[in-house]
């Protein structure tokens, strides 16, 4: 599934919380440097209009932690309590 | 009024360094070095970034030295900066890294006389000057770049001994005084006293600014296992006077140094004491460095810059200051301004 939908599945009262542990996995990983320049790019002009808690800044964050850090991510959304999300995601 | 700057080093990944600095400029900081070492990423590339996701906080080297760039260079660079964001533009130089610079076989030699020169060249550079120069250390025949630049970038020297605090303020528009000790600014002044007289300045019309090494977290013990590297090149590359003022020997400074050039990184912080850290660091709770803040002030100083490692997590550091650490300044600044 389109990460556009899986985004969709997460309510907008969560978009702050899930975008503050993206982040965090994004930035502290120690496969940081997975992260491709052009997606880098995209995620810093969100951050800097503030829209790394919308729909459009959680897309390409999660994509960014999908890509570095899978594991941390799963865990995190579970934390979250997202499981529908997780299980999406694990199959695709 | 006091003035928060950031450093950030490009050991980072570049949008790590730029994220970093909107980040800062979003909490009201209000300026940004970054540090200048050849096995880092390149200063300028990563200020030229910096440039383009900011909009007003200050930037610049802090500190760029004139052994590994001709101050030509600097000046070429900076005014090339202040054309993609003009008037935010700063520029930190100053001897550079001894442990560095001894990598590749530098000596900083003749630094005073080094230092006034390449201050000299960079001011005139960047104003626009078609500059000729027979200095001890630098020739120029006639130099001028080939693009407008608009004068007007302060200069801030990095300085820590007597001799070149007295001439970062007589030759400087700001100094940054590599130190987080409040005795190391008030003594610091002393000398600063001396180059603003030589130069007929009030001590009004220079920045000081404390370039302290900086660790904040919830956890003591968190921020300082962070802050040991820092605090180990801190005291590797020292003055012998400000070692002896902080009873630490020569010795043990060399011993770390050589570790340090060596990659022996556990020899090297193994030797850090907590004396080295509360000497060369404000390093602890928000509650902790909020207090060593104030005595900084208190003493002198006009711009607190919060340096290498910032804490154990940037992200959350950097939300922790300006969340409890600047309204205890900033609220007692506005009602004194009221």
């Known amino acids: ?92 | 009024m006091v003035e928060f700057g950031i450093e950030f080093v490009p050991r980072d990944l570049y949008w790590k360094t730029t994220f970093y600095a909107i980040q800062a400029e979003k909490n009201g900081f209000n300026t940004l070095w970054i540090t200048d070492h050849f096995n880092n990423r390149n200063v300028y590339v990563s200020l030229a970034i910096v440039s383009a996701y900011t909009e007003k906080i200050k930037f610049g080297p802090g500190v760029t030295n004139p052994y590994m760039a001709h101050p030509i260079v600097t000046a070429q660079a900076v005014s090339t900066l202040n054309e993609i964001a003009p008037g935010r533009v700063v520029c930190g130089l100053g001897v550079g890294d001894r442990t560095t610079l001894e990598m590749v076989n530098l000596k900083p030699s003749k630094p005073l006389a080094t230092i006034r020169e390449s201050v000299r060249i960079i001011r005139a550079i960047t104003s626009g000057e078609n500059l000729k120069m027979e200095g001890k250390i630098f020739s120029i025949s006639g130099a001028k770049l080939n693009f407008k630049t608009t004068s007007g970038i302060p200069i801030f020297v990095g300085a820590q001994g007597p001799k070149m605090l007295a001439l970062a303020a007589e030759v400087g528009d700001g100094i940054l005084i590599n130190a987080s000790h409040p005795n190391d600014i008030e003594k610091a002044i002393e000398f600063i006293n001396i180059g603003v007289d030589k130069a007929s300045k009030r001590l009004t019309d220079v920045e000081i600014a404390a370039y302290t090494s900086f660790c904040v977290a919830k956890d003591q013990k968190k921020a300082e296992k962070a802050v040991v590297p820092v605090v180990a090149y801190i005291v590797a590359g020292c003055p012998e006077s400000i070692l002896q003022k902080h009873n630490i020997s020569m010795d043990t400074a060399t011993k770390i140094r050589q570790a340090i050039i060596q990659s022996k990184w556990k020899e090297a912080f193994s030797q850090i004491t907590d004396e080295m850290i509360e000497a060369f660091s404000i390093c602890g709770s928000p509650e902790i460095v909020t207090e060593k803040i104030s005595k900084l002030i208190r003493v002198g100083t006009t711009q607190l810059v919060a340096g290498s490692p910032i804490g154990p997590n940037i992200r959350k550091s950097i939300n922790m200051i300006a969340a409890e650490v600047f309204p205890h300044f900033r609220e007692k600044e506005d009602k004194q301004y009221a």
């Not at chain 1, 810093?44 to 829209?51: E, M």
């Open chain 1, 1 to 92: 599934m389109a990460l556009e939908k899986i985004v969709r599945k997460i309510p907008s009262s969560s978009w702050e919380i899930t975008s503050e542990k993206l982040i965090d996995i994004v930035l502290n990983s120690p496969d940081a440097k997975k992260m491709p320049s052009g997606l880098a790019k995209t995620i810093l002009y969100y951050w800097q209009r503030d829209q790394l808690a919308t729909e459009i800044g959680l897309q390409r964050l999660l994509e960014a932690s999908v890509m570095i850090d899978p594991d941390k991510t799963i865990a995190v959304l579970k934390e979250l309590g997202f499981e529908e999300l997780v299980t999406v995601l694990e199959s695709s």
